[in-house]
């Protein structure tokens, strides 16, 4: 894909394939006979739409960026470096029934599921138009299967554990899935929902998205285990993969829903990748300090859009075929990035940030009603 210098790491500004990483890729992908099997039925449409999860998504942390350096917003929470994660993941569900909850470094789910690519960019504006009508930069649509995340790592385990049991329960063909960090890995709230749906056998996934960082505490000093020794506390065997390989997290993600939709959930995936840059756009400088230089370029080498394409080639896509992939996400993520903008303006009345939409009737008309009680009495 095309390198952007003025917001791409510097790792990925002159990105070439590297041959040996390359071969490691493919023989990730085909060491395992069952996952190798899974990648095998991917017909070369699915490939090509893989490869579109992960140009929009970069291309949508590369147009909030560039909305940072032009003053429009004042930072952005980027998953650059972890797309596979996201995407693969997604890649693996029936988004016409399944359900996800994401984390805000996986915002391509939203377009992946369905919502429109709008909503990554006017969430952040806070327009009347944006998905939560200008209160919440988190963002999501439940009748599309995205249940909308909070800042709080962890509690989404639970959610997606209740969410299962009500597909169990009613015996439904469909799973919750839900991404947690290696840090939020270390709170109660992800060990509840754990608890509760090992006990239950739920049909959930959670997929540990070990980005060796929590904040600003690295993985070796934020807890004494290791993320992929979670699951075994609570009975559950897990599937690790190259968080940074699209098709080993698709693969296994597609095992995983396999897993729970017999009968035999939860599940939980645990992808290890790097996150390319800090906590959000304010603090890249001390991202840089927190790991040594070697770590960024050890991860660096291993950009999950370019190793992509890389094996795409391999697998005889002709280059022109991939050019045109790119060139109609980058005018879908543009014209998203420009209708946006056009709404910046529309934003919605204080008192509809306040109380609209919290309540049918009841609270909401009594509180309706004392504000125009004390309106009329001023």
């Known amino acids: 894909m095309k390198r952007y210098a003025a917001f791409d790491p510097p790792e990925y500004r002159n990105w070439q394939p590297d041959a040996a990483l390359v071969r490691e890729y493919r023989h990730r992908i085909h060491e395992d006979p069952e996952r190798a099997a899974v990648v095998e039925q991917l017909p070369a449409d699915r490939l090509l739409g893989i490869y579109r999860g992960l140009l929009l998504t970069r291309l949508q942390d590369i147009g909030l960026k560039r909305w940072v350096r032009q003053g429009v917003i004042s930072k952005a929470w980027l998953g650059v470096g972890e797309e596979a994660v996201t995407v693969g993941c997604v890649a693996a569900l029936h988004p016409d029934r399944d359900v996800v909850i994401p984390m805000i470094r996986n915002a391509g789910a939203g ?4 919502l429109p690519l709008v909503h990554g960019f ?3 504006l806070a327009t009347a138009n944006s998905p939560s009508a200008g209160r919440d930069f988190h963002y999501g649509d439940v009748a599309r299967g ?3 995340p909070v800042s709080h790592m962890g509690t989404s385990v639970p959610v997606a554990a209740g969410a299962a049991l009500a597909f169990r ?3 439904e063909d469909r799973v919750a899935l839900t991404w947690t960090g290696d840090g939020a890995t270390k709170t109660a709230a992800c060990h509840e ?3 509760f749906a090992s006990r239950l056998s739920v049909p959930a996934i959670v997929v540990i ?3 060796q960082v929590a904040l600003g505490t690295r993985v070796d000093q934020h807890g004494a285990g290791r993320p992929e020794d979670t699951p075994g506390a609570h009975g559950i065997t897990p599937l690790v993969c190259d968080g940074n390989n699209v098709l080993d997290v698709f693969a296994a993600t597609a095992l995983a829903r396999r897993r729970c939709v017999r009968g035999d959930g939860p599940a939980v995936v645990v992808a290890e990748t790097f996150r390319m840059g800090g906590h959000a756009t304010h603090d890249e400088r001390e991202a840089r300090d927190t790991f040594a230089a070697e770590l960024f370029e050890h991860w660096g080498r291993r950009d999950p859009v370019g190793l992509f394409e890389a094996y795409l080639l391999e697998e005889g896509v002709p280059p022109a075929t991939l050019a045109g992939v790119e060139a109609d996400a980058t005018e879908a993520v543009e014209h998203a990035a420009e209708q946006a903008l056009a709404s910046r303006d529309d934003l919605p009345p204080p008192e509809h940030a306040l109380f609209e939409g919290i ?3 009841g609270v909401l008309h009594g509180l309706e009603a004392r504000l125009a009680a004390r309106a009329r009495e001023e």
């Open 111 to 114: 377009h992946m599921m369905g």
């Open 122 to 124: 006017t969430s952040y």
């Open 146 to 148: 995205v249940i909308q």
């Open 169 to 171: 329960n009613r015996g």
């Open 193 to 195: 929902g754990l608890v």
């Open 209 to 211: 998205q070990n980005n």
């Open 359 to 361: 309540s049918e009737g």
